[in-house]
């Protein structure tokens, strides 16, 4: 049985409006109207300050509490003090590393990776100035892949964090997290893994893989601008925190998170999950559970984006020319549906101004991965172009914009 495309898009208003078509997903998803709809309810019903014995404070508390478990059961972590939610992953990054900052020293190491997004490269390069050596793990071969091999090469007895993305947000490709994760445990150093572009097309598992610390932000997943840090207990326990000073040091999520998360955001992203059990439910039958309606949500969807890629990339492969930068191939166990490309001889700028006109929404640049575009000689001609597509859109407006690319290209 296919996705449900009609139930999902049904689900996001902005799709009502007119007839534009969306395909800057990895810039930020359409928000779910049962999102929107919760974030109303919680500033219209209960938006006061928690920890007052009065009704509507308890209600407030119990609200940002049910918020913390449910993003706990949408990312499979074991505990809700387990998330940390803040404004954006950029910032939730700096936060952790401000805290491992004052954990390590002199002669310790960090493994970055070459194909992150700025927010998961910049504040452990700043640890730099404490002594902290950064040691780069490049991309490697046609597709510019992060090879394993490659980074058990770079661990040594020092290494204490290799922080690398789960899906490139112009690559496109999955990286093997669980195999890197113990990899890495083996050598006895923890991982800081960026989920952002990964979190709107596959399911999250972070206990399942072992990982130590896993960020994404929920407006590239169909919800606010808010993101959170899962962090596993243990070692959030072990950090210092960045509250007051008088904060309890086993509060947690609470001693990340100085003046209390956004209360409304936190609650409206709820809806996400909400909206995921239905969509598996309706794809997979009733008799599933809450993880197997989300697993099956995530199977149907990445179905659907394999159709939707192969039918880009079928154009794009068969166009001299056109490079794409990341796997060629469609297939949903090596990449998710964020493709990007260049064109010889062309600026990626007038491209997507070409297409613009046709009423679809298209980018180009560098999306903050500046290190990476650049190291691959990509950054003239106003960088690369990226179409990047979510469960929602359908095969009919890939041809859209195949037929708005073909004429420029
Ligand atoms: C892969 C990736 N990581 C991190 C970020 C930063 O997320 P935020 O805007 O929530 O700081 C982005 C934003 O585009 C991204 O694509």
Redesign the pocket.
């Known amino acids: 049985m296919p996705l449900d495309l009609e139930f999902a898009r049904h689900q996001f208003p902005a799709l009502k409006a007119d007839d534009f078509i969306y395909f800057d997903n ?2 930020g998803a359409l928000v779910l109207g049962r999102v929107a709809e919760r974030i109303r309810d919680y500033l219209l019903t209960s938006s006061v300050q928690i920890g007052a014995s009065y009704s509507k404070s308890a209600l407030a508390l119990k609200r940002l509490r049910e918020a913390e478990a449910g993003i706990a059961r949408l990312i499979g972590a074991a505990r809700p003090e387990e998330i940390i939610m803040g404004a ?4 939730l990054l700096q936060m952790l590393a401000g805290n491992c900052a004052r954990t390590l020293g002199p002669g310790d190491e960090i493994i970055v990776s070459g194909s ?2 700025e ?2 490269f910049g504040p452990w390069e700043l640890l730099e100035t404490r002594g902290i050596k950064l040691i780069h793990w490049p991309v490697e071969g046609p597709d510019h892949a992060l090879e394993p091999a490659t980074l058990k090469t770079l661990l040594t007895d020092q290494t204490k964090l290799v922080c690398f ?1 789960h ?3 112009i690559l496109g490709a999955i990286n093997p997290v669980a195999e890197i994760t113990q990899m890495v445990h083996e050598a006895g150093a923890k991982v800081v893994v ?1 989920g ?2 990964y979190a709107a097309h596959r399911l999250i598992e972070v206990a399942k893989w072992g990982v130590d610390f896993y960020v994404f ?1 929920f ?2 997943a169909f919800g606010p ?1 808010h ?1 959170a840090l899962y962090g596993r207990a243990e070692h959030l326990l072990a950090l210092p925190g960045n509250n007051h000073k008088y904060t309890p040091h086993d509060k947690i999520p609470y001693k990340f998170q100085p003046g209390n998360p956004n209360y409304e955001l936190s609650w409206g992203a709820l809806g996400i999950l909400d909206y995921l059990i239905d969509l598996g439910q309706r794809n997979g039958g009733d008799n599933l559970d809450e993880r197997q309606s989300l697993r099956k949500a995530f199977e149907h969807i990445a179905a659907h984006e394999e159709g939707l890629a192969t039918r880009l990339l079928d154009f794009l492969n068969s166009r001299q020319g056109v490079s794409i930068i990341g796997p060629d191939t469609a297939d949903k166990n090596t990449r998710v549906a964020i493709i990007s490309f260049k064109i010889a001889g062309k600026d990626s700028r007038e491209i997507v101004a070409a297409v613009d006109s046709h009423n679809i929404g298209i980018r180009h640049g560098d ?3 500046r290190r990476l575009i650049e190291s691959l000689g990509l950054a003239g001609q106003h960088g690369i172009i990226r179409v990047s597509m979510a469960h929602y859109n359908r095969v009919e407006e890939v041809d859209r914009l195949i037929a708005a690319l073909e004429p420029v290209i």
């Open positions: 990895a810039g954006s992953t950029t910032m992150e997004h927010s998961n993305t899906v490139s947000n960026d952002v572009a932000s407006y590239k601008h993101a999306f903050h991965a």
